[in-house]
C-alpha cells in the first residue's frame, strides 16, 4: 500500500482544514489507518486513528474534541478534519495504515505503511 496525505497549508490560529489520505496500489480498507504528527524539533506523536470500518475512533488528548477521522466505504480514503487550531498544532502530518484492521493505538511500530507527509502551519 502506498499513501499520500494532502490538503496541508497555512491557517490562522482557530481556522481549519481537512486533511486527506489517499491510497494506491491496492486499498487500505482491510486496515485500520492513524494519523501522526511532527513538529520541527519534536518527536513525532500520535494524533489519533480509524479501525477499518471506521465503526472506532481514538485521538490524543490534545486534540480531542477538535480533530475528527472519517474514511470511506470504499477503502481509499480517510479524512482527518481539524478545526479550532492552534499554533501547537504547527506540524508534518503522516497517516499511516495498521497491520491489523482494529488496532487504533499510538504505538508507530503497529503501522505498517506510512505517507508522504504534509505541512500544517498555524499562525497565531
Known amino acids: 500500500v502506498q499513501l499520500q496525505a494532502s490538503g496541508g497549508g497555512l491557517v490562522q490560529a482557530g481556522g481549519s482544514l481537512r486533511l486527506s489520505c489517499a491510497a494506491s496500489?491496492?486499498?487500505?480498507?482491510?486496515?485500520?489507518v492513524g494519523w501522526f504528527r511532527q513538529a520541527p524539533g519534536k518527536e513525532r506523536e500520535f494524533v489519533g486513528a480509524?479501525?477499518?470500518?471506521?465503526?472506532?475512533?481514538r485521538y490524543a488528548d490534545s486534540v480531542k474534541g477538535r480533530f475528527t477521522i472519517s474514511r470511506d466505504r470504499g477503502g481509499n480514503s480517510v479524512w482527518l478534519q481539524a478545526i479550532g487550531l492552534k499554533p501547537d498544532d504547527t506540524a508534518v502530518y503522516y497517516c499511516?495504515?495498521?497491520?491489523?484492521?482494529?488496532?487504533?493505538?499510538?504505538?508507530?511500530?503497529?503501522?505498517?505503511?506510512w505517507g508522504q507527509g504534509t505541512l500544517v502551519t498555524v499562525s497565531s
Open positions: 496500489r491496492r486499498t487500505f480498507s482491510n486496515n485500520a
Open positions: 480509524i479501525d477499518w470500518n471506521g465503526g472506532r475512533t
Open positions: 499511516a495504515a495498521a497491520r491489523t484492521a482494529a488496532y487504533i493505538g499510538p504505538s508507530a511500530r503497529e503501522y505498517a505503511y
